[in-house]
Nanobody
């Protein structure tokens, strides 16, 4: 499938910014969309933002214009710029890739990166 390597998590104060990166590697799969999900402690994993290979984006309501997802198709890399972070944004953030091969769809996940926002 698609191998995903995330980077950019860490500890930041409320109001600060972080930029997450996720590099996808694949030899034969065609990546159709990439995105970021998060799992807040004690809750289910939820969508943060996604972007298709054509550049269409989708954001969760809680983003409220604070985050921006972008993608470098040539490098199969997706970025999540997070601004004005809040303590409730503290979570493990996971990169996601949707891909296709011979008409079948696949979903792959990164290992997750911790984002901690202190008040």
């Amino acid at each position: 499938q698609v191998q995903l390597v995330e980077s950019g998590g860490g500890l930041v104060q409320a109001g600060g910014s972080l930029r997450l990166s996720c590099a996808a590697s694949t030899t034969i799969f065609s990546i159709t969309a990439m995105g970021w999900y998060r799992r807040v402690s004690g809750k289910q994993r939820e969508l943060v933002a996604s972007i298709t290979s054509g550049g269409m984006t989708n954001y969760a309501d809680f983003v409220e214009g604070r985050f921006a997802i972008s993608r470098d198709n040539a490098k199969n890399t997706v970025f999540l710029q997070m601004n004005n972070l809040r303590p409730e944004d503290t979570a493990v953030y996971y990169c996601n890739a949707e891909s296709k091969l011979f008409g079948r769809a696949y979903t792959d996940w990164g290992q997750g990166t911790q984002v901690t926002v202190s008040s």
